[in-house]
């Protein structure tokens, strides 16, 4: 079996490079045996949300395993309707419950909602002193919300966890963030499979031998990420994870980078949704 890596977050805690995203798994069965399906190909880190409507299952899946809780890293974020202070703080046990563990390794503010994104923050200090979270962080954020939180609490996101992708290569923010010493953490890092068959990065997988997704995967990787491709299918969920015996040369992470489209496939906080201001 393949063994995991691990970067060293701000405060310490290590956390897993490899995460299974799960957004979009179905509640249920679906979402229960790709999260044990990936423990058993390796991963030890599950990426979910309140917003995914599957915490439960992951919980469930993570009991199950073979593999003791603290060798696990979950992953679970604060929905937008519980931003505030008083609400974030109850929305945290309510995923405890729903995840039916004592502790979450990383939760994450999962949008920078307008008015109420610093309130959260505030309670997301809160609960990491009280334990009940070891890390925090944010998604979604740009460098105006960092350094907001920067200059308001002086206590600085493990992670940061936004769309990365080599068609949406976000140099600045990743320079900003390796400056602070937050990890980026690539989401939608398949771009969603929506440029598997793009003809440059085929060429590429072609001459690495690699699959597209392993070489978007490895990409991310090599460019000091934590990366979280999603798949509720187990020969992908192997795949995806059968990253860490090859390296990309210099000049094709080049090639890689010059792929860049601003492409976003999600929410984009520099366009934010009506229903989500920033
Ligand atoms: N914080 C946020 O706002 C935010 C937003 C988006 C995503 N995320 C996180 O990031 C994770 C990943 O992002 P994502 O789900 O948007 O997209 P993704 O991982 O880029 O792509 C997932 C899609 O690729 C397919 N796929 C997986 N492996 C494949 C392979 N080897 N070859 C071909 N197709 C493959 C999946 O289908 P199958 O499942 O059928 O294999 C699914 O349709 C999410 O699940 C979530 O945990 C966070």
Redesign the pocket.
């Known amino acids: 079996m393949t063994e995991q890596l691990y970067m060293t977050m701000n405060d310490g805690y290590k956390i897993p490079v490899v995460g299974l995203?799960?957004?979009?798994?179905e509640p249920g069965d679906s979402t229960y045996n790709?999260v044990l399906d990936s423990i058993n190909a390796g991963y030890r880190h599950i990426?979910?949300?309140r917003a995914?409507d599957n915490e439960s299952d992951v919980g469930r899946a993570v009991n199950d395993a073979d593999v003791p809780r603290e060798d696990l890293f979950i992953t679970t974020?604060l929905w937008n309707k519980d931003q505030g202070y008083e609400t974030a703080l109850e929305a945290c046990e309510k995923s405890l419950a729903r995840l039916n563990c004592n502790h979450i390794d990383l939760y994450?503010i999962?949008?920078p909602l307008k008015g109420k994104r610093n309130d959260s923050w505030k309670a997301f200090i809160e609960l990491q002193e009280q334990g009940l979270c070891k890390s925090i962080g944010v998604?979604?954020f740009t460098i105006d919300n960092l350094k907001e939180l920067d200059s308001k609490y002086g206590v600085l996101p493990a992670v940061n966890?936004?769309?990365f992708?080599p068609y949406h290569y976000q140099k600045d923010l990743l320079d900003y963030c390796n400056s602070k010493n937050i990890i980026i953490e690539a989401?939608?890092?398949?771009?969603?499979?929506k440029r598997?068959d793009e003809v440059r990065l085929v060429a590429i997988s072609e001459e690495l031998s690699r699959?597209?997704?392993?070489v978007l995967i490895r990409w991310a990787m090599q460019r000091r990420m934590v990366v979280?491709?999603?798949?509720?299918?187990k020969d992908?969920?192997i795949?995806?994870f059968s990253v860490f015996d090859f390296e990309i040369s210099d000049s094709i992470m080049k090639r890689l980078d010059d792929l860049d489209e601003r492409y976003v496939?999600?929410?984009d906080p520099h366009n934010p949704p009506p229903y989500a201001p920033v």
């Open positions: 995203g799960t957004w979009k798994s790709a990426d979910t949300a995914y974020k994450l999962h949008w998604s979604n966890q936004v769309e992708h989401y939608s890092p398949l771009v969603h499979a598997m699959t597209p997704a392993q979280l491709p999603k798949s509720v299918n992908r969920i795949e995806n496939t999600c929410w």
